[in-house]
């Protein structure tokens, strides 16, 4: 009798525990279930333009922190401000809403696009493509990169400037690809030092002036 008055004790307490925590069947909560482990479900947050005392300017929304690149902040001025995520040849290096490269770079061509241009074409190009661009990087040198393109080719030569911006962008074969590392106007900048590039190899004594030559053959 005594065991039974326990059992039945075990039965209710145990009934009253599922209810409590698991409610009764078919009976809708608008309360929270409960939660063993919260799975990071619910955080402490700051609500979008509520004041609050965590910031010492009181705003919820700061200022993007050092070295982020804001959505909102053009990448370059081109006769307007151009953005990122725009569909222009800056960005694309295609004639826009078409998949056609441009054939000239969108960017002027001036001596601060040119010295900007080989400083970042050593940093990020000589160690394959050597520093005259004919693909006698460091890599050839110690055998681990076989085949790089001579960037003096007749065919990447003839190449459009777009074609090139895709290459740098994107990576082809064993090249990595550089638009996670460049921003834009710096892969313009490097196309048209490879263009200055080029040009020195194209170049013949026949194009100097008299003087020129004569300072040559000095
Ligand atoms: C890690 C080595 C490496 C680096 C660094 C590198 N390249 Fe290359 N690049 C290659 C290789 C390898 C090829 C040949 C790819 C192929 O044709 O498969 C190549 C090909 C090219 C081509 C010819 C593309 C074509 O369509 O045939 C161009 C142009 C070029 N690179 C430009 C650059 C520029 C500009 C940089 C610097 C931003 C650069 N590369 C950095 C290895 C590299």
Redesign the pocket.
């Known amino acids: 009798m005594r065991y039974l008055l326990h059992i039945l004790l075990v039965i209710v307490a145990t009934a009253a525990a599922a209810f409590t925590i698991f409610g009764i069947p078919g009976h809708l909560s608008r309360k929270p279930p409960l939660e063993v482990f919260p799975d990071m479900d619910r955080q402490a947050k700051l609500r979008p333009a509520q004041p609050n005392d965590f910031f010492p300017n009181g705003l919820s929304s700061q200022l993007p922190p050092a070295g982020t690149v804001v959505r909102s902040a053009p990448v370059a001025t081109l006769g307007g401000p151009v953005y990122a995520y725009q569909d222009v040849p800056l960005n694309t290096g295609c004639v826009a809403g078409t998949t056609n490269f441009v054939p000239t770079n969108p960017l002027p061509v001036d001596a601060a696009a040119l010295s900007r241009g080989r400083e ?2 050593n940093i ?2 000589t ?3 050597g520093g005259l661009g004919d693909g006698n ?1 460091i ?1 050839k040198k110690i055998g681990v ?1 076989p ?3 001579n ?1 003096h080719d007749q ?2 030569v003839e ?1 459009t400037d777009g ?2 911006f895709n ?2 962008t994107h990576g ?5 690809a ?1 638009g996670p590392l ?1 921003t834009a106007p710096d ?1 313009w900048a ?2 048209a030092y ?1 263009r200055a590039l080029q040009l020195s190899w194209l170049g013949s004594p026949a194009e100097l002036t008299a003087e020129q030559r004569a300072a040559l053959t000095k």
């Open positions: 970042q074409f990020y190009c160690p394959c493509h990087g890599t990169m085949a790089v393109a960037l065919r990447i190449m074609e090139i290459t740098i082809k074969g064993l090249m990595g550089y460049m892969r490097v196309i490879t």
